[in-house]
């Protein structure tokens, strides 16, 4: 189903997930500190989130890293709900170590691991809630309703949710960006609109498609888009060379030059001959990037190109 907004429930590649998703939930937020470098306390493990992007990531404001006061009320409401979560899937993974010295026995991302292993396999355990309802209350305490979740494959039986396949392509390298080129794409309006019109497109092509069949057909996208791109340079120049040698266009040089000649001497006459073909290879050259720019701009996955560019700055 069709939602304006979306969320999703993050097992790992918050980074990627950022990018495609409006609400990111953390699943786990089992470690909190500060870090000098960049000036802000880092959640969660294994993948560490600053407080100014958690707090974007879960209700779409940033935290201030001056007074933390947003940043402050966002850790702390996600937590407490985090905590009550975490109790709820014990039975699965120790997430939670209410004693410091019972953290040293067990490794969070072992454990991390086994809560992932858990969603697999729809575990059910007696004496605890099963473990994807568990993960939806989770999700609801947030006061997300309608949500997805990632995970290493976006496989669901034999269809999958596209945004998600979109993700896990991994077309953008997220991993390399820093979380303020994340925060300043998940800003910018212009960048929401493409976002939006490609979850659009993903929903009206794809929804209820194979997973194979998503990856093949994003990927062709991606080949072809690359390919275009690649030839707009090299048919853009054998059209200026080709208006620059046109018989024609050579003869119409000479014979402005020659008629310039007889006021201003056969070498102005020349050069400004030649500067009205240069003019018009110009004007040439610039309507074809205007074209190829209007073409970019308008394709259904010009969010992702876009933001890819935009991150290897």
């Given at each position: 189903m069709y939602h304006r907004s979306s969320a999703i429930l993050c097992f790992q590649?918050?980074?990627?997930?950022?990018?495609?998703?409006?609400?990111?939930?953390?699943?786990?937020?089992?470690?909190?500190?500060?870090?000098?470098?960049?000036?802000?306390?880092?959640?969660?493990?294994?993948?560490?989130?600053?407080?100014?992007?958690?707090?974007?990531?879960?209700?779409?404001?940033?935290?201030?890293?001056?007074?933390?006061?947003?940043a402050t009320r966002v850790m702390e409401f996600t937590a407490d709900k985090w905590v009550e979560f975490a109790k709820k899937v014990s039975p699965y993974a120790q997430l939670w170590a209410p004693d410091p010295r019972r953290e040293k026995q067990h490794d969070p991302q072992e454990e991390h691991q086994k809560l992932l292993t858990a969603y697999l396999s729809d575990a059910h355990l007696n004496g605890g809630a099963p473990i994807r309802q568990a993960l939806s209350e989770y999700a609801n305490a947030l006061g997300v309703q309608n949500f997805s979740v990632a995970l290493p494959t976006a496989v669901s039986g034999n269809e999958a949710d596209p945004s998600l396949m979109l993700s896990n392509l991994q077309l953008i390298d997220a991993a390399s960006a820093?979380?303020?080129?994340?925060?300043?794409?998940?800003?910018?309006?212009?960048?929401?609109?493409?976002?939006?019109?490609?979850r659009l497109f993903l929903h009206e092509d794809f929804q209820g498609k194979p997973a194979t069949f998503i990856e093949d057909d994003l990927l062709r996208r991606v080949e072809d888009y690359e390919l275009t791109t690649k030839k707009f340079g090299f048919t853009t120049f054998t059209s200026s060379l080709g208006m620059l040698l046109d018989a024609k266009s050579l003869q119409a040089s000479a014979g402005a030059g020659v008629l310039a000649g007889f006021f201003g001497g056969i070498e102005v006459g020349l050069l400004s001959a030649a500067a009205i073909e240069l003019g018009k290879v110009a004007l040439n050259v610039a309507e074809k990037r205007h074209d190829m720019k209007h073409w970019q701009s308008g394709h259904e996955m010009a969010y992702v190109f876009e933001t890819r560019d935009r991150l290897r700055k």
């Open positions: 590649n918050f980074k990627e997930a950022a990018l495609y998703f409006d609400q990111v939930l953390p699943l786990n937020m089992g470690r909190m500190q500060g870090d000098p470098d960049i000036g802000d306390i880092l959640v969660g493990y294994p993948e560490s989130i600053p407080s100014a992007a958690l707090s974007h990531l879960i209700d779409g404001v940033e935290g201030n890293t001056v007074t933390y006061s947003h820093d979380w303020r080129q994340i925060l300043d794409v998940r800003k910018d309006d212009t960048s929401r609109k493409k976002l939006a019109r490609l």
